[in-house]
């Protein structure tokens, strides 16, 4: 289940995940970050935020999906918040940083979630 969360900045996709993801919560991130971009204009750089309830991994027809669009917009993104209490999470994100060097990423606590918003969007 992959629910999207309202952001103020347009420069934001908001998300929040729990269980399994499939081809269609891909697709529905595919469409809200093309229509951002498409609206910002050329040059313009998107951040994400994510709340993970729980990650149940991706169907193979979503992994595809995020892999092609992934690779096809790597330097449309600029930051990315991850907040869950799950330390693999961490480990993800710290791992994730230097990989991507266009993307800086950074894990946050659900304690931390209100920091996670205000770092995403600064």
């Known amino acids: ?36 971009l498409a609206a910002m204009g050329e040059g313009a750089k998107l951040r994400v935020y994510v709340e993970v309830e729980s990650f149940g991994g991706l169907s193979f027809e979503a992994l595809i999906k995020d892999l092609k669009f992934g690779f096809a917009h790597l330097r449309d993104f600029e930051k990315k918040a991850i907040v869950s209490d799950a330390a693999w999470m961490g480990r993800v994100a710290a791992f994730a940083d230097p990989l991507f060097p266009s993307i800086h990423v950074r894990h946050f606590s659900s304690e931390e979630r209100q920091a996670a918003r205000d770092w995403v969007t600064a």
């Open 1 to 36: 289940m992959l629910e999207i969360v309202p952001f103020d900045s347009e420069q934001v996709i908001g998300l929040r995940m729990a269980g399994k993801l499939t081809e269609d919560d891909i697709q529905r991130v595919v469409d809200v970050a093309e229509m951002k």
